[in-house]
C-alpha cells in the first residue's frame, strides 16, 4: 500500500516539503490540509500586495495540485477540528507546516492603549485575509513603524505609496493610505545597521512624492561595504522636495513607553541606546514589526522541548516539522525551502522503514467531506477574484470567510 | 544533439522551467538538468549545448547557490572557448534597478572567459503577470532552431 503523508499548512513551507516529497516519493498519497479555505498561506496573505512577481511563486504550488497528484483539503484546522493525533493515526506521516502567526509585541507601559497595531495583523487587513474581516486599523496622519527589518520596510511602503503604485496589484483601493503624512522608523540598533534588502530601499527611493529624511541630531554611518548603507544614503540624498509625505528615521533608538489620552496612543517615548538621550515622538498610531511568534492551535513550545530531532524536523516516529514552525522566525522562503528539501529527507526514510496500514485522505474525507474546500473551489475562487480585478488591479480578493464559502457553494451548484 | 539545462535558483521557479524547457524541446535533444551550484565549470562539455536559467538575487547577484559558480569563473577566469550557451534571465521589475543582473553579468563573464552566446538573452518579468514559459519556450525554440540553421 502506499504511504499516506499528510502535510498541516498550505504555505510555501508546507508546499515546498510537498514538491521534495513528490519528487522522491512519487506514490505517496500527499495531503496537504489547511485551516483556510484556500491555498498559498503567506504568499497569498503576507507577502505585500504590490510584490506580486513574488507572489508569482504559487505557479510552482499550483502544479502540485493539477499535475503531481497532492490533494488539497481546506477549511480544517488540526488541533481545532481534528486532533494532531487523529490525523496521526490516518497517516504514515504528518508534517506541521503552520509557520508562526502572531506579531510579538513590544512589552512596555502603555501597549495596551488603542492604535496600537502588529505588522502581521496590518499585513493581514492589507491583504484581505478572513481573519481581518472585522478589522478596522485607526493609522491617522503619523504613524510610527517599529522595526529596521524588510517586514518593516513593506508597511512603511504600503503606507507611503499613492495610489498609482498600487496600478496591478490586488491591493484593495479603499485600503490606500493617502491619509498618511508622517512615517516615523525607529529602529533599536544604529541605522547602518538595519536589516532592510537594498532593494526595498531602493523601491521607497522611486515612490513619488516621498521626502526621507534623518531625525534631527541622527546620522548614517557611511561604509561602501555595506550595502544596505550605501542604499540608504543614495536614499537620503535623494530628495523629492515636492513631496506630499514624508518618512523620518530615527537611528538607535529604544522604546520606553507608549503614551496616549483617552486610551489612544499619541507618542512614543525613546531612548537612544548610545547617548542615552530620551525623546518624545508624537504619532496617531503605532505599527510593530519587531517578530513574529507563535499562536496556533499546536502547543509549540512542547512540541519543540519534545522533538527528537529538530534540526532535522523530526518531532517523532512519523511527525515532522518545517518552516517558520520549525525554525523560528527567521529566514525568507528561499532559506525556507532549502530548510524543507532537508526535512523531506528526514520523511523519506522514515518512511522507508515503516510498511504502510493507514487510511489517509479517505478517513478525512468520510469524516469532514461536508465542510472541507477542494482545490477546484480554489480555482473558482482565483476566477471570482481575477473577473472582479477590474482594470486597475490583477484581482480583488473576497474578504470574508462567510463570502467565499457562499460563493464557493454556489460554484459547486453551478456545475 | 545534447544539451546541458543549468539552472540558478532561490526559490525553485529557474529549475522549474528548465522542467518545461526539457518537455517543450521534446525527443529530439538528449537533455540533463542541473544545478549551477552542482557544476564544475571545468565540467562543461564542448559536445553539449548549454542553455542556462537564472534569476537574479539580493543587490542584483546570482541565486546564493549559484554564486560559487560564479565566483569561481571571475577568480580563475578558465578558457571556456568552445563552449557554447544561451541564458534566460527570470527578474521582477518592482526592482528595477538591478532588473536581471544576475544573468546579465553571468552572460558577461562566461563571454569573457571565451565561451560563444547564442542568441538574445531572454528576460522575464515576474511582475507582468505572464507566465514564464509563455515566454521561455518560443525563445528555447527560437534557440534550438538557431543551431540546427548552423548545422545545416
Known amino acids: 500500500m502506499s504511504h499516506k503523508i499528510a502535510i498541516i499548512g498550505a504555505g510555501p513551507a508546507g508546499c515546498y516539503v510537498a514538491q521534495s516529497l513528490v519528487k522522491a516519493s512519487p506514490d505517496a498519497e500527499i495531503t496537504i490540509i489547511e485551516r483556510l479555505p484556500t491555498p498559498y498561506g503567506l504568499i497569498r496573505y503576507g507577502v505585500a500586495a504590490d510584490h506580486q512577481g513574488t507572489k508569482g511563486v504559487s505557479r510552482q504550488f499550483s502544479r502540485l495540485f493539477e499535475r503531481q497528484g497532492v490533494n488539497f483539503i481546506g477549511n480544517l484546522e488540526v488541533g481545532k477540528d481534528i486532533s494532531l493525533e487523529e490525523l496521526q493515526n490516518c497517516m504514515d506521516a504528518v508534517v506541521i507546516a503552520t509557520g508562526l502567526y502572531a506579531d510579538r509585541e513590544i512589552d512596555v507601559q502603555g501597549n495596551d492603549l488603542k492604535n496600537i497595531y502588529g505588522a502581521g495583523e496590518i499585513s493581514r487587513f492589507w491583504n484581505a485575509h478572513p481573519d481581518s474581516e472585522l478589522f478596522q486599523p485607526s493609522l491617522g496622519k503619523t504613524v510610527a513603524v517599529f522595526g529596521n527589518g524588510n517586514v518593516a520596510m513593506d508597511i ?39 536589516k532592510f534588502d537594498p532593494v526595498l530601499i531602493h523601491e521607497l527611493k522611486d515612490i513619488e512624492g516621498l521626502n526621507c529624511s534623518l531625525a534631527q541630531g541622527d546620522f548614517l554611518a557611511s561604509s561602501q561595504d555595506n550595502p544596505t548603507a550605501v542604499a540608504l544614503a543614495e536614499l537620503l540624498e535623494s530628495q523629492d522636495q515636492s513631496g506630499s509625505k514624508e518618512v523620518v528615521f530615527h537611528s538607535g533608538w529604544q522604546v520606553e513607553a507608549f503614551c496616549g489620552g483617552k486610551g489612544c496612543v499619541n507618542s512614543v517615548l525613546v531612548r537612544n541606546s548610545g547617548s542615552n538621550d530620551v525623546k518624545t515622538i508624537e504619532c ?7 517578530g513574529f511568534e507563535d499562536s496556533g492551535t499546536l502547543d509549540r513550545d512542547m512540541i519543540l522541548s519534545e522533538a527528537e530531532g529538530a534540526e532535522d524536523g523530526i518531532i517523532s516516529q512519523g511527525t515532522f516539522m518545517t518552516g517558520w514552525f520549525k525554525r523560528g522566525p527567521s529566514g525568507t522562503i528561499p532559506e525556507n525551502r532549502t530548510d524543507s528539501q532537508k526535512v523531506a529527507k528526514s520523511i523519506i526514510s522514515w518512511l522507508e522503514s515503516t510498511v504502510s496500514d493507514k487510511p489517509g485522505k479517505a478517513a478525512i474525507l468520510e469524516q469532514f467531506g461536508h465542510r472541507i474546500t477542494s482545490y477546484e473551489d480554489w480555482l473558482a475562487i482565483d476566477r471570482i477574484e481575477t473577473r472582479f480585478g477590474g ?5 480583488q480578493k473576497i474578504s470574508s470567510w462567510k463570502t467565499m464559502m457562499a460563493a464557493i457553494e454556489q460554484q459547486r451548484n453551478a456545475v | 544533439m545534447k544539451i546541458g539545462l543549468l539552472y540558478g535558483t532561490e526559490t525553485g521557479n529557474a529549475e522549474l522551467l528548465c522542467d518545461d524547457i526539457e518537455e517543450a524541446l521534446g525527443s529530439g535533444f538528449e537533455c540533463d538538468i542541473a544545478d549551477l551550484g552542482d557544476t564544475d565549470h571545468a565540467d562543461l562539455d564542448p559536445s553539449k549545448f548549454y542553455i542556462i536559467v537564472t534569476s537574479t538575487y539580493g543587490n542584483g547577484d546570482l541565486p546564493t547557490t549559484a554564486a560559487p559558480f560564479y565566483d569561481t569563473l571571475a577568480e580563475q577566469k578558465p578558457d571556456l572557448s568552445g563552449i557554447r550557451f544561451a541564458i534566460f534571465g527570470l527578474g521582477d521589475m518592482v526592482f528595477d534597478e538591478t532588473y536581471n543582473q544576475g544573468s546579465e553579468r553571468l552572460a558577461k563573464l562566461l563571454v569573457e572567459c571565451g565561451a560563444q552566446m547564442v542568441g538574445e538573452r531572454g528576460l522575464h518579468d515576474a511582475s507582468s503577470g505572464e507566465p514564464p514559459e509563455d515566454l521561455a519556450l518560443p525563445w ?8 540546427s540553421v548552423e548545422a545545416a
Do not use: M, Y
Open chain 1, 284 to 290: 496617531d498610531s503605532v505599527i510593530t514589526a519587531i
Open chain 1, 391 to 395: 482594470e486597475k488591479r490583477c484581482r
Open chain 1, 156 to 194: 512603511i511602503r504600503l503606507l507611503a505609496k499613492p495610489e498609482s503604485g498600487f496600478e496591478g496589484s490586488d491591493f484593495n483601493p479603499s485600503h490606500v493610505n493617502d491619509q498618511v503624512s508622517k512615517i516615523h522608523v525607529i529602529g533599536r540598533s544604529p541605522l547602518e545597521h538595519a
Open chain 2, 140 to 147: 528555447a525554440r527560437s534557440i534550438v532552431s538557431l543551431l
